[in-house]
């Protein structure tokens, strides 16, 4: 009987044979295919099908992606993708982006504990790689700066060490939709190894069967028989595919070998030609469950250009996200009404549309009509942070439903409203205006950025005890609104609101007060021109600027 083996790795990233090699090898062992599904590349699968050229043996096209859920890191291979397509490779051209921020940080740590390397260095000793962890490892090793590669780990480089810098990884659940939009069959890895309960792995499966998974890892190197049958039996309900493979690396996993893992592994043909037969399937039913997804956007830096408009081409993007069926908001440190009028000048019309301003503090249905939530500061929170700062000099407003109140019309006011049309009123006793709470305050600054700062650290005592957030959304602005409000509790909030898994959201963004948006969403896009603590925390960052339509180019591959 023919045997197969679907999960492989080369040298292409932390596997110790060559591309060729494993050809070889494969055909030594008798194998009759075999899937190189190295980590976040492809990098290797040109040379495997050239050596296989003439050769009894099938090379399956492939990749292991590392995703992120719930703290674990889980890993979804793709089988048979097109990893020539202009789509896939725009993706992992994003992984790359992601991975040389994150390998120079790690870098500049490792010199400033006292080990000398830069990113530089560490390519040219690893030419051709997916730098991980492990080479971090090995270039310490061969510099004498460990005496072995465990205490490079243990002490420097593993989880909680001083000199780890996590990568932000797309969730599973996008891993899924990036293998299908290539072509692509998608299977959740070796799902033992995260030692999930059996509850919490039913979740996560039924999760990427909503996305479209279509095959799952039975078969593998570490598993009992019991434990084989008790993957078959989760695949068999969410009518998912048998996978197997052996995880082979070579050296670098001893005593694990191609096709039969630990001595008792056995991949039949037949659970190839199953998943063949099912990608026969998926070629004539392209119509594959697509969740709905949700948008939450920036406008300033992000969705809006310099001149606060935004291209025909982004345009055309969000009206085809819009067709798909998928929602958009708008979310903005602004007031409502200002968030409103910039979907009004920018005649974004568009069907399942939301405003939200005040950094989340309120959430609007354009469709409606009408405020679904809203989160404010108490009269005595505001009255404070006005008081405070007339002491301190520094200029704060407020707002009502439709007004910005102020307590006078002077140089920074004028400044923001050069931007900002909401209507305003100019009271010395801003507290004889409102008739309720706020959802923010905001101070400006446009000439001592000492002096703002001063003013926010004299009230972070208060601000901890009373439960107000502080953040800066500009260096001019400090803004005020509740703890319970935020950008990040917006997308939660709205999310469940509306019935989406908020792993089918999508946050982009550029500045301080888009991070708690971007770490709340499933997938978080930063700008090329936003903050590095932004484009470290977002899953991807744009190639281009908001001046050259970078979300619109980042958001058509989501579509």
């Known amino acids: 009987m023919n045997i197969v083996d679907l999960h492989v790795h080369s040298n292409k990233s932390d596997g110790s044979f060559t591309p060729t090699e494993l050809v070889h090898y494969a055909i030594q062992k008798g194998l009759s295919a075999f899937a190189l599904t190295d980590h976040d590349t492809t990098d290797g699968i040109d040379e495997a099908i050239e050596a296989a050229k003439g050769k009894n043996i099938e090379i399956i096209p492939g990749i292991e992606f590392s995703s992120e859920y719930e703290g674990k890191d889980i890993h979804i291979v793709g089988l048979y993708i097109d990893y020539k397509s202009d789509f896939f490779k725009r993706r992992l051209q994003n992984f790359v982006n992601g991975r040389i921020i994150r390998n120079r940080e790690m870098c500049k740590r490792l010199t400033d504990y006292g080990f000398p390397v830069t990113y530089e260095e560490l390519m040219a000793e690893f030419p051709d790689c997916v730098i991980t962890r492990s080479h971090y490892a090995k270039f310490m090793l061969n510099h004498g700066y460990t005496k072995t590669l465990k205490e490079a780990f243990d002490r420097y480089i593993g989880d909680n060490c001083p000199c780890f810098v996590p990568r932000k990884k797309i969730t599973p659940m996008r891993a899924v939709e990036i293998i299908l939009k290539a072509g692509g069959f998608p299977v959740l890895a070796h799902p033992l190894l995260y030692h999930l309960s059996s509850q919490k792995l039913d979740k996560l499966v039924s999760y990427l069967k909503d996305m479209g998974l279509q095959g799952l890892e039975a078969v593998y190197s570490t598993h009992s028989s019991s434990d084989e049958r008790q993957m078959r039996v989760l695949a068999a309900k969410y009518d998912l595919c048998i996978s197997g493979g ?104 568009l069907p399942n549309m939301y405003v939200i301003g005040y950094n989340g503090g309120q959430i609007y249905d354009c469709t409606q009509n009408k405020t679904i939530h809203r989160a404010a500061l108490t009269l005595d929170q505001t009255a404070h942070i006005l008081e405070e700062a007339d002491k301190c000099g520094v200029h704060v407003h407020t707002y009502t439903e439709t007004n910005i109140v102020s307590p006078k019309d002077d140089e920074e006011l004028v400044y923001y409203k050069r931007v900002i049309k909401t209507p305003i009123i100019i009271n010395p006793n801003v507290m004889d205006v409102l008739t309720e709470g706020p959802c923010k305050c905001i101070g400006i600054e446009l000439k001592d950025a000492d002096k703002l700062e001063h003013f926010r650290l004299s009230l972070l005592s208060w601000a901890e005890d009373e439960g107000v957030s502080m953040i800066y959304s500009s260096p001019y602005y400090l803004e005020f609104f509740p703890a319970t409000s935020g950008k990040g509790v917006a997308v939660k909030t709205l999310c469940e609101l509306l019935g989406i898994n908020p792993y089918f959201s999508v946050a982009a963004g550029d500045a301080q007060n888009d991070l708690s948006m971007i770490e709340a969403a499933g997938m978080g896009i930063a700008m090329l021109n936003g903050s590095e603590d932004v484009q470290m925390a977002a899953t991807i960052i744009t190639a281009y600027d ?14």
């Open 546 to 559: 908001n001046d050259h339509d970078g979300l619109a180019h980042a958001l058509v591959d989501l579509i």
């Open 246 to 349: 052996s995880d082979f690396h070579g050296n670098a996993k001893p005593g694990l070998d191609l096709a039969t893992g630990y001595g008792k592994l056995f991949i039949p043909q037949e659970i190839l030609d199953k998943i063949n037969e099912r990608r026969k399937w998926m070629a004539a039913h392209p119509e594959q469950i697509k969740p709905t997804k949700i948008l939450f956007t920036d406008l300033d830096g992000t969705l809006l250009d310099s001149q606060k408009q935004i291209s025909p081409y982004t345009r055309e993007v969000l009206e085809k996200w819009s067709q798909a069926g998928h929602k958009l908001a708008l979310c903005s440190g602004r007031d409502i009404n200002s968030v409103k009028d910039v979907k009004r000048y920018l005649r974004l019309e």
